[in-house]
Every structure is written in structure tokens, then in C-alpha cells.
């Protein structure tokens, strides 16, 4: 426990004097950039009609210092699982004063397709991957300061201090989602030291997207009350003898689920195979890196799939097969990647024939065109 940490004092149950806060979260202009600030309510205000606010964008990479106001439109209300009481987690959009969305704004795109879409019902169940890293030396967290640790082999659901590093991050993690609603389904610790993996889902439409954004919100508060950070980087060890990390998204429409889903998977897969060269631009940044065809991965160029194969673009979980119907998983997505981007494309691909991907193509290259690395 550091400093800052043993001097906290628990204020979440004091009296407020009939307020809330509330937490406004949005995306800024520089890829897993989650950004937040407060402002206090009324204690019996509206919560399907709360204010628009707005920011510096400046300051986010998403406006000039000339016209600096960005709009924050609500869109989506959590529990606070910090502040706990009637305080409240806003998810927010982002908008130019001119209504237009921000180059980082893909939810806006996503609800547009799953409009269209809403008669397939759409499930995702998606798979982060994420490292805790060191914050004054930006290493691995249970790597030695320098060189390398033992190889890979008893750290995937390891148990024990000689293997296992962070649990009480995760631990942190799973119950504030837990709190907030979010369908956390499970939470595990990986392949390397340090990385560990929460899914959310399964999830409908645009609620898969929504959920994992301030799922990764709690993630990065629960890290700062352990003074660590979250590496969201797809190859942050660029040796193949560590894997990197993904964002494997699980997949399945009302057709895939009832009888006779299996010819309408292998329909979907053929059309994600189809589309393969311009959707794998949507998967993340730095994406080619990690699939490199080894390391459980798939080679970035090649679109393959099979039953149980991990090494695959989309694997077939043996309980689809067996049963005849079910979900199939894309294990193509970066760790970083969007994932409003990421179901949108999906769907629009297997439910709209690709209608809208080019457009989708087009805006997330000019956004990541915009990224300060």
C-alpha cells in the first residue's frame, strides 16, 4: 500500500445533502483514452434526462485551442461502485458544437448499423486481454527489472505468489463491474506474467460496446488504487517467446442460435473471410505485431478458421460443432481495438453484406491517422 493510499478516508457513506455526483466519462482523441470529470445534481434529478455538458478538446487532442468546446451527450448510467449511495457513472458521447460527432466517436456509427440489425438480435461476448505494467520503469508487473522471466507454461490460470502477480486488481475489477451491472462473465490470469483477461458479455447490439468502455474505465481506477498501470499494447514484449494480447470477440445472431445455425455460421464465416482484408484494418492498432501466426495467433494476411483451432482468424468452439448451432469466435481483434467498431463490422459484414464497411474503413484510418503516440 503507498502513501496516498494509507491516507484515504472513506467518505462513501456521509451525507451529501440531498446531491449526487455525478462521473461523466467519455473517449478522447488518442485510442484507449478514457477521460472523466464530475459535476454534482440534485439528488432526485432525472436520470433519463440528464444535462449535456462539454470539455476542453484541446486538451484531449479532439479540438483546436481556437474553438476548444467539446459536447458531452449522456448515453448510458452505471452505479458508482466508488462512491457508492445514489452516485452515478455517466458513459458520454462526443460531439462538435456543430452536431457532428468527433473522430473518436464510433458509438454514434454503431447504433446506426444495429438500428438495421435489431432483427437478428446480435449477441457479443468479448474477451480483454490487458497487462499490469510497472508505472515508474513501464515494464511488465512480475518481470524482473531486467531480463526475463521463466518461461511461459504455469502462469495461464496460475495459482500462487511464485507465478501469479495483480490478483487484487482483478479481484477489485470483477466486483465493481459486478456493482455497475456490467456482465462481467468471468475474469482469468494469462499466458504471460502479469496479463490477465476479463469477458463481458453475452450482450446485445450496442450494449456491448457501452459495457466494455467502462468496463475498461473500472479497470484503470482499480489499477490507480494499487499504483499500476494498464498496458493495452497488442505485442508490448516483442519476443515470440510471450504472446501478446487480444481482444477475441465472440459472436452469434438469432439465426446461428436456433436449429440449423451451423449453415448460417458457416454463411457468416464465409463472409467475414470475404471481407478479411478490409475489416483487419479495424482491429487495433500496431495488430500486426501480434498476429504473426504463432504465439496462438493467426497470420495478419490469412483468413483461416476450424473447430477448437486457436491458431485461426475464427475458431468453432466444440460446442457450437456439436450442437449444430451456437456463436463463433473472432480471435482477430487486437487488444486495443474499438469495440464499437469491432461489433459494428461484424454485424454489418454477416447481417448487412458489408453495406456500411467501407464507410466504417474509411473514418476509423482518418481517426487513427489523428493518434499522438
Not at 488504487?225 to 504472446?243: A, E, T
Not at 439465426?255 to 478479411?276: D, T
Not at 483487419?280 to 495467433?297: A, F, Q
Amino acid at each position: 500500500m503507498n502513501e496516498l493510499q494509507s491516507s484515504v478516508i472513506d467518505f462513501s457513506q456521509r451525507n451529501t445533502n440531498g446531491r449526487i455526483i455525478a462521473e461523466y466519462i467519455w473517449l478522447g482523441g488518442n485510442l484507449i483514452d478514457i477521460r472523466s470529470k464530475c459535476m454534482t445534481l440534485p439528488e432526485d434529478v432525472d436520470v433519463n434526462h440528464l444535462p449535456e455538458w462539454n470539455f476542453d478538446g484541446s486538451s484531449t487532442n479532439q479540438a483546436s485551442g481556437h474553438d476548444s468546446e467539446v459536447i458531452l451527450k449522456p448515453k448510458t448510467i452505471f452505479p458508482d461502485p466508488f462512491r457508492l449511495g445514489k452516485h452515478i457513472l455517466v458513459w458520454c458521447e462526443t460531439y462538435y458544437p456543430n452536431g457532428e460527432r468527433t473522430d473518436s466517436n464510433f458509438r454514434k456509427i454503431a447504433v446506426e448499423i444495429f438500428n438495421k440489425t435489431d432483427h437478428e438480435k446480435p449477441w457479443f461476448g468479448i474477451e480483454q486481454e490487458y497487462i499490469l505494467y510497472r508505472k515508474e520503469i513501464n515494464w511488465p508487473l512480475g518481470f524482473p527489472i531486467t531480463g526475463y522471466p521463466k518461461p511461459q507454461g504455469p502462469y495461464y490460470c496460475g495459482v500462487g505468489s511464485d507465478v501469479i502477480v495483480g490478483r487484487q486488481v482483478m479481484e477489485a475489477h470483477m466486483r465493481a463491474c459486478l456493482h455497475c451491472g456490467i456482465n462481467i462473465s468471468g475474469t482469468n490470469a494469462e499466458v504471460m506474467p502479469g496479463q490477465w483477461e476479463f469477458q463481458v458479455g453475452p450482450c446485445e447490439s450496442i450494449s456491448a460496446g457501452d459495457q466494455m468502455w467502462i468496463a475498461r474505465y473500472l479497470l484503470l481506477r482499480c489499477a490507480e488504487l494499487f499504483g499500476v498501470c494498464i498496458c493495452w499494447d497488442p505485442k508490448p514484449v516483442m519476443s515470440n517467446d510471450w504472446n501478446g494480447s487480444g481482444c477475441h470477440t465472440n459472436y452469434s445472431t438469432l439465426g446461428s442460435r436456433s436449429e440449423g445455425g451451423l449453415e448460417v455460421i458457416k454463411q457468416q464465416i464465409e463472409k467475414l473471410g470475404h471481407a478479411h482484408s478490409k475489416y483487419i484494418s479495424l482491429t487495433g492498432v500496431d495488430n500486426e505485431k501480434r498476429l504473426s501466426g504463432k504465439c496462438e495467433t493467426s497470420d495478419l494476411n490469412t483468413f483461416t478458421f476450424g473447430v477448437a483451432d486457436r491458431g485461426a482468424s475464427i475458431r468453432i468452439p466444440r460446442v457450437t460443432d456439436a450442437n449444430k448451432k451456437g456463436y463463433i469466435e473472432d480471435r482477430r481483434p487486437a487488444s486495443n481495438m474499438d469495440p464499437y467498431v469491432i461489433t459494428a463490422a461484424i454485424a454489418d459484414i454477416t447481417i448487412l453484406n458489408a453495406e456500411h464497411l467501407d464507410d466504417i474503413v474509411a473514418k476509423y484510418k482518418q481517426y487513427i491517422s489523428t493518434l499522438k503516440r
